[in-house]
T-cell receptor
Framework: NAGVTQTPKFQVLKTGQSMTLQCAQD?????MYWYRQDPGMGLRLIYY???????DKGEVPNGYNVSRLNKREFSLRLESAAPSQTSVYFC?????????????FGSGTRLTVV | GQQLNQSPQSMFIQEGEDVSMNCTSS?????WLWYKQEPGEGPVLLIA?????ELTSNGRLTAQFGITRKDSFLNISASIPSDVGIYFC?????????????FGKGTKLSVKP
């Protein structure tokens, strides 16, 4: 099925470990986004890529890096995980910002840092 | 930064009842979106509103884009158990290369059969 695929679905890290969250979309969308969701906080933007080859910081970028590997893939990296990064991470994509078909979200990666 | 105030935070209703939730902002948005999130899944778009004053329906769901462009509401009529989930409003201003969504904190809906 067409959509946004995130891997892994679940992950437990020890403080200080690194990992990369993967996201891929097969809808030929130009823009991709990484959000984190915490209880009572809604979704907050970490980084986004308006088009292939560009990335920009969102509201809460500290502790994260991203790579827009190609038009399909946008990865999120935690270099040194901290307990404050325990969250559910969502990747989203859209054809172009403001497209009438809206944003499509992946099903999320649930990350626990101990 | 821009903030959205979404209310209520949670609702416990009986099957068949109507539901109303709303979002307000201190600044204007070009677009209002309403999403539903079910456990273990990402948000799914329910309704998108692009014009101040616009009233749009999607089945039992009706949403309106406030005339001031600073608010929106979502109504669900004759609720059913599968309406359970968290509903998020989101505002969007797009220009240049951004187009980033600002989300409300969600309304958790529980429906008692």
């Amino acid at each position: 099925n067409a959509g946004v695929t995130q891997t892994p679905k679940f992950q437990v890290l020890k403080t200080g470990q690194s990992m990369t969250l993967q996201c891929a979309q097969d809808m030929n969308h130009n823009s991709m986004y990484w959000y984190r969701q915490d209880p009572g906080m809604g979704l907050r933007l970490i980084y986004y890529s308006a088009s292939e080859g560009t990335t920009d910081k969102g509201e809460v970028p500290n502790g994260y890096n991203v790579s827009r590997l190609n038009k399909r893939e946008f990865s999120l990296r935690l270099e040194s995980a901290a307990p404050s990064q325990t969250s559910v991470y969502f990747c989203a994509s859209i054809r172009t910002p403001g497209s009438i078909d809206g944003y499509t979200f992946g099903s999320g990666t649930r990350l626990t840092v101990v | 930064g821009q903030q959205l105030n979404q209310s209520p935070q949670s609702m416990f209703i009986q099957e068949g009842e109507d539901v109303s939730m709303n979002c307000t902002s201190s600044s204007i948005f070009n677009t209002w979106l309403w999403y539903k999130q079910e456990p273990g899944e990402g948000p799914v778009l329910l309704i998108a509103l692009y014009k101040a004053g616009e009233l749009t329906s999607n089945g039992r769901l009706t949403a309106q884009f406030g005339i001031t462009r600073k608010d929106s509401f979502l109504n669900i009529s004759a609720s059913i158990p599968s309406d359970v989930g968290i509903y998020f409003c989101a505002g969007l201003n797009y220009g240049g290369s951004q187009g980033n969504l600002i989300f409300g904190k969600g309304t958790k809906l529980s429906v008692k059969p």
